[in-house]
Nanobody, 121 residues
Framework: QVPVVESGGGLVQPGGSLKLSCTTS????????IGWFRQAPGKEREGIACTSTSGDSTYYAASVKGRFTISRDNDKNTAYLQMNSLRPEDTAVYYCAADCYFDGTSATNYWGQGTQVTVSS
């Protein structure tokens, strides 16, 4: 299990943008697929994006496709989620995780604290 730390969340107005970061210490992220997940109050955790180890292949859930972009910088041991055109329904705690699959799931049993994203005017 890869212990990851998310950052970059906050309060943003509808239509705004945020960029989340995911990093770890003691592990090398380049050997793992990395994904982003979110959980809104009263809802199950949803897998929204996943990137291959090289970053050449990506997966997006229909709910974020065309608005969110997942990327990674293996030299910086960091993955990112650029979120544009944010909507109130994007409000959730966002998590990253290693060992994601291109179907919105992950093999990980480790979930960090996450970072809160709130979209509201």
């Amino acid at each position: 299990q890869v212990p990851v730390v998310e950052s970059g969340g906050g309060l943003v107005q509808p239509g705004g943008s945020l960029k989340l970061s995911c990093t770890t210490s003691g592990f090398t992220l380049r050997y793992y697929t990395i994904g982003w997940f979110r959980q809104a109050p009263g809802k199950e955790r949803e897998g929204i994006a996943c990137t291959s180890t090289s970053g050449d292949s990506t997966y997006y859930a229909a709910s974020v496709k065309g608005r969110f972009t997942i990327s990674r910088d293996n030299d910086k041991n960091t993955a990112y989620l650029q979120m544009n055109s944010l909507r109130p329904e994007d409000t959730a705690v966002y998590y990253c995780a290693a060992d994601c699959y291109f179907d919105g799931t992950s093999a990980t049993n480790y979930w960090g604290q996450g970072t809160q994203v709130t979209v509201s005017s």
